[in-house]
């Protein structure tokens, strides 16, 4: 460990419950636990400032009934540390929120981070000091903490969509989000639930709420694409082998498009195959539909990027549906079209489908008369009002710059992120923006965080700040910050990358987008390029001496 050549001045704090740090690090999900960990291992004095009551962030906050990750255990699993990769041991193939929450918690005792980490305490301003060059942070609490960096690992998605729906507050009954589900017992047995939205969170909680429910409404306005999990205890030969070769899975993941090596045995969806859809004949394309299923849907080569093959795919994709659903209308009503295969976040759901043969749930399909207002009894439609005594919002998340919009962040010259991000978010490699120094994002806009396995994304978004800091410390700079041209060329770059694709073709709605967010600019918000490629120019331009930073 190397200490720093030319010392900060401690900042001093008359009041006592202020201090000053190295580096603040806001949030404490995968990303904050790991950040803490890994500065403190690099001598830095760092603390954490987390608005829920416990760690884990995202398996803090989702505890719905079904809550499941649809990456395989072994692979959405922190790298750092060998101990912790041999002491731990998964118990299903896709891990559900208790496990994950379980495996958070332990790293938080294992690394003794906690007495790092005040809970129960968000961060409403974080203010950059041009002339002494530290950044303020504040929170709802009116506890001060001065650093010289700031860290912000917010979540890309952490801050619940509630649409405003007119006569919210009059539902005499129970309302609840999947995002925000009640610790403890909430008793659901025999109860009338309206559930309102048809996305991953939906579509997991289904199943699991119709088993309790006395009657379930489905309210849907979109039809989603969703494919079985197979989901299943793990094969302890399989987390043996990986046990055996952590190091070179770890590797492999970082090489891989989707940060996911594929080498559990898990099948999350089969495809794309080495045959274009558009040279198969009907017999063929049948064929496929027997053996696949659902995935038939993805099993070719030119599914993902040739709209007609797309639409031939999603032809698949509907034929699946009316042969799992019984009645017909219904099969119908539950198809997905009008937008691409893959223009959305994958679903991956158990029984999805199957659950509407149930007598005890009703598709609401809000295409045949929309929501006008919640009642004190349950929910108006444009067809009908549904008695309720439940209500569970499943309607998403202020996708990626949510969570950063709602703080007040303002960097040189008072200027506020809110405004520099008015016509959408402006990044360079989603790390840092300008006017805003020493300042970093993890799984920032214009990362590839989202459209891939967020452990590894996240440990190396940290392990390049990491090193960054140490880099200033090490040569006696004192910050960070991109040139406007640099950040300028990476904001055209990652939108360059997305055009011509099915995420972001015009008949695409989807959170990547913004789309979800009445009012929000329509900016294609991850990095597509893929994984090793973002990491390959990551590192290119960090030997490259910081190329696109100015270090002062
Ligand atoms: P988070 O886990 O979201 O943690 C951010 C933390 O910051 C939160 O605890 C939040 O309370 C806190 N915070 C935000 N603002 C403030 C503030 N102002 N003050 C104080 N604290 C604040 N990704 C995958 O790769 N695979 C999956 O299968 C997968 N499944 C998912 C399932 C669900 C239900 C959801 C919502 C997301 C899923 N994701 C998945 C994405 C998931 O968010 C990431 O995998 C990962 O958890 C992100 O970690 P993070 O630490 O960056 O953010
Ligand atoms: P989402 O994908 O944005 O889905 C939100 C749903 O709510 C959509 O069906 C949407 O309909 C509906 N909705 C929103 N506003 C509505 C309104 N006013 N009236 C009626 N319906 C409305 O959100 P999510 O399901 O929470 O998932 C978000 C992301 O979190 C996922 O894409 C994924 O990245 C992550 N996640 C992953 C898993 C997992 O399996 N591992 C589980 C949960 C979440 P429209 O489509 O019509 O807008």
């Known amino acids: 460990m190397s200490s720093p050549r030319r010392p900060r001045p401690r900042v001093h704090h008359e009041d006592e419950s202020a201090v000053d740090v190295d580096v603040v690090i806001v949030g404490a999900g995968m990303a904050g636990l790991y950040a803490l960990y890994h500065f403190r291992e690099l001598g830095f004095s760092a603390v954490v400032l987390e608005a829920g009551g416990g760690v884990g962030g995202t398996w803090y906050w989702n505890r719905y009934p079904g809550a499941r990750c649809d990456v395989p255990s072994l692979e959405y699993s922190y790298g750092f540390s060998e101990e912790l990769q041999q ?57 001060r903490i001065t650093a010289q960096f700031c860290v912000m690992a917010t979540g ?36 009338r639930i309206g559930l309102i939205g048809t996305g991953s969170s939906g579509v997991q909680t289904t199943p699991e709420l119709a088993a309790v429910a006395g009657h379930l409404y489905v309210f849907q306005r979109t039809p989603t694409f969703t494919w079985p999990s197979r989901n299943g205890p793990l094969d302890p030969e399989v987390q043996e082998a990986w046990k055996r070769g952590y190091a070179e899975m770890r590797r492999r993941q970082r090489e891989a498009f989707g940060g996911v090596t594929g080498s559990t045995g898990a099948i999350i969806i089969q495809g794309p195959g080495d045959k274009p859809i558009l040279e198969a004949t009907e017999e063929e394309r049948l064929a496929m539909l027997e053996e696949r299923g659902f995935d038939a849907s993805r099993a070719w080569s030119d599914v993902a990027t040739n709209p007609d093959a797309n639409e031939l795919g999603a032809d698949l994709y509907r034929a699946m549906v009316r042969r799992t659903v019984t009645d017909p ?70 996708a990626m710059t949510g969570a950063l919009a709602r703080i007040g962040i303002h960097g040189r010259d008072g200027v506020a992120l809110r405004d520099a991000w008015a016509n959408g978010p402006r990044t360079y490699l989603g790390l840092q923006m300008v006017g805003f120094p020493n300042l970093f994002t993890v799984s920032g806009p214009g990362s590839p965080s989202v459209l891939a396995n967020m452990v590894v994304c996240s440990e190396q978004h940290v392990e390049w700040i990491g090193a960054c800091l140490a880099h200033l410390r090490e040569h006696g700079f004192t910050t960070i910050e991109p040139t406007p041209e640099a950040q300028d060329d990476w904001v055209e770059h990652v939108n360059e990358v997305g055009q011509g694709t099915m995420y972001t073709a015009p008949t695409c ?39 696109g930073f100015t270090l002062s």
């Not at 129960?120 to 203010?127: G, S």
């Not at 801050?159 to 507050?169: A, F």
Request: net charge negative.
């Open 509 to 547: 709605n989807s959170w990547y987008l913004g789309a979800n967010i009445p009012g929000k600019p329509r900016v294609f918000l991850p990095y597509l390029a893929g994984l090793p490629a973002y990491i390959e120019k990551v590192e290119a331009i960090t030997s490259g001496g910081y190329e």
């Open 329 to 398: 209308e219904l099969a119908e009503a539950l198809s997905p079209s009008g937008f691409p295969i893959g223009c959305k976040r994958p679903v991956i759901d158990s029984n999805y489908f199957e659950t509407f043969n149930r007598d005890n749930v009703t598709l609401v399909d809000l295409q045949q008369g929309g929501i006008e207002t919640i009642t004190e009894t349950g929910i108006q439609t444009g067809q009908g009002h549904f008695d309720l005594d439940v209500i569970v919002f499943a309607t998403g998340f202020d």
């Open 156 to 191: 890309p998605l952490s801050v619940p969509n509630v649409p405003d729906l007119p006569g919210r507050d009059a539902f005499r009954g129970r309302v609840v989000q999947t995002s925000r589900w009640p610790q403890g017992e909430l008793d659901l047995a025999g109860k």
């Open 87 to 143: 002491e731990w041991e998964w118990s299903e193939v896709f891990p559900g929120q208790e496990e994950l929450e379980g495996y958070f918690n332990h790293v938080a005792d294992r690394f003794d981070l906690r007495r790092d980490i005040r809970l129960n305490t968000r961060v409403t301003a974080v203010t950059f000091d041009e002339d002494e060059e530290i950044w303020t942070v504040d929170t709802e609490h009116g506890d």
